[in-house]
């Protein structure tokens, strides 16, 4: 029956004093019990109820509390259980959530409480989460910009409470001043950045509520859109062979045996680093299979991850069903990413300025790439690095020391001895020649004769370092060796253009590596 007459904490909770707090308790002075003023109040609720629309500005609230549950969002976030009014009294809350009013101005943690006579606006959640401040006079509150100090929202009030009423005519006590907001002026000047436009509002150079906004703007991903920055890896394998890169280098001018590709086998822990010359792309598969036999008779034990890009040489149905029948884990790159597959970009790159390097060392024409490929591979794998701790890929897999002698120079002089083949005694017993490479199926050089074009493979060889036979017969032209560079491996779209790294490896170890670049005695074209 008291109940019908408003509280002490109740009326509380319209004025700008603190609602929330517990008030200090004072002994309630009861009025004799009068049923004519008791139906006449039940008459005035029932006939002015109050809005369920309108905020009340309280300066003593903690927290937005809401009555009217259509006016709120619901978030699945905790929420205490009831809040404290004015006289001590709790009312309990049966849920949280958020609001907003055209502006825009959004509500946060707004709690909501059936039992509360007026919505209350906590001015200090509000000004905190919508970057503005609040000015209180007679005639109602104005809303400003934290920065500028525009007016964005001006509301009079002519009754005892400073009253939020959303403006539903011109005429309405509630006025939004028109404002652009922040997605607005991105607009108006050109898409700029985040950090601009924000300076910009900061400086005072234009009225924008809410500098910062996290809208996406569908313009600027069509427009502007770039390529995400890659994080750098550095995980290892922890053993030989867990782990291979591989890829495929296309070159477009095919070598004196009519090599068109070479493909490189990285081993991620060992850094050692084998190279295939192919004539064609298809005899990829043909050569990653031997070199799976080749692992397992040599060093004894499995390849469980191979690292490729998406070309078709890696990715068919033939290869795949060889490594699953071989239990390998298959890892490709995203296509057209070549920043994914960083280890087999260097290495591509380190090889070729080797390929590169040598080749004009020696004056020789771009189409002995493939001899100059075997001597850069061999040397990487005798080369310190930086990637094992300045170590040498050959010692971290063979586990003893690489030999650097018997290490003549690319496209040198060299005389290897034809005692056995003159045909007379007083015949030549050595001619002028060139050297190629080391024969990977003999312990001997193959030296190439330019009188006679033929290849000669001889264990008995004296070097003369400082001369080249090439340049006396032509100079190559840095141009001509432009194919090597790594500019075009990397911007060029084919899908053999992007794979990780693979291990270096010495070439004369493994006889796949290196099917012999011409045969023994055979005709070289100059």
Not at 204 to 222: E, F, G, N, V
Not at 507 to 515: E, G, I, K, T
Request: glycine residues 4%.
């Amino acid at each position: 029956m008291m109940a019908a007459t408003p509280s002490p904490g109740y009326l509380a909770l319209g004025s700008n004093s603190p609602a929330l707090l517990p008030a200090p308790t004072q002994p309630p002075t009861w009025a004799p019990w009068d049923p004519r003023s008791l139906a006449q109040t039940f008459s005035t609720v029932s006939l002015t109820p109050p809005s369920s629309n309108d905020w009340v500005f309280d300066s003593g609230a903690s927290s937005h509390i809401a009555s009217n549950p259509s006016i709120v969002t619901p978030t699945f976030s905790s929420f205490p259980s009831s809040i404290v009014v004015g006289n001590g009294a709790t009312l309990p809350v049966v849920g949280t959530g958020y609001s907003t009013i055209p502006g825009p101005y959004r509500f946060n943690n707004v709690l909501l409480a059936p039992g509360i006579i007026k919505n209350l606006l906590s001015v200090r959640q509000f000004t905190t989460d919508n970057h503005v401040s609040i000015e209180f006079d007679p005639s109602g509150i104005s809303v400003k910009d934290l920065r500028t100090r525009n007016v964005l929202l001006r509301c009079n009030s002519s009754g005892p409470l400073y009253t939020l009423q959303l403006p539903s005519t011109p005429t309405a006590p509630c006025v939004l001043i028109a404002t652009p907001s922040s997605s607005t002026w991105h607009r108006r000047l050109g898409h700029p950045g985040k950090e601009t436009l924000q300076h910009l509002a900061h400086s005072s150079s234009i009225a924008c509520h809410q500098p910062t906004d996290d809208h996406l703007c569908h313009a600027c991903q069509l427009g502007r859109h770039v390529r995400l920055p890659f994080s750098s890896s550095l995980s290892r394998a922890s053993k030989p062979f867990d782990l291979l890169h591989c890829d495929l280098w296309t070159s477009p001018v095919p070598s004196v045996s009519g090599f068109k590709y070479y493909l490189v086998i990285l081993d991620d822990f060992t850094h050692f680093l084998w190279t295939f010359p192919l004539r064609l792309k298809s005899d990829t598969f043909a050569t990653i299979s031997n070199f799976f036999a080749y692992v397992r008779t040599q060093f004894g034990c499995p390849i469980k991850s191979i690292q490729c890009d998406n070309g078709r040489e890696f990715d068919n149905f033939v290869s795949r069903n060889f490594f699953l029948t071989h239990g390998v884990s298959l890892r490709m790159s995203c296509p057209y990413t070549s920043q994914q597959n960083g280890k087999a970009e260097r290495i591509l790159r380190t090889t070729n300025n080797i390929i590169r390097t040598l080749l004009f060392q020696a004056s020789m024409p771009p189409s002995y790439w493939a001899d100059a490929l075997s001597i850069a591979t061999y040397v990487l794998n005798r080369l310190p690095t930086k990637t094992i701790n300045m170590s040498t890929p050959f010692f971290a897999l063979h586990g003893k020391l690489p030999s650097y002698h018997n290490l003549p120079v690319f496209g040198c002089t060299c005389y290897p001895n034809l005692t056995a083949t003159t045909p007379h005694k007083l015949a030549p017993r050595s001619t002028l020649c060139t050297f190629l490479r080391y024969s990977f199926n003999h312990k001997g050089y193959r030296c190439l004769d330019l009188s006679s074009n033929r290849v000669i493979i001889s264990h008995h060889v004296i070097f003369d370092e400082t001369t080249f036979p090439f340049s006396r017969h032509q100079t190559t032209a840095p141009h001509k060796l432009d194919f090597l560079t790594n500019d075009e491996l990397l911007l060029a779209p084919s899908s053999s253009a992007c794979t990780p790294m693979s291990t270096p490896g010495a070439p004369a170890q493994f006889p796949l590596q290196a099917a012999p670049e011409l045969p023994d005695d055979a005709p070289v074209p100059l």
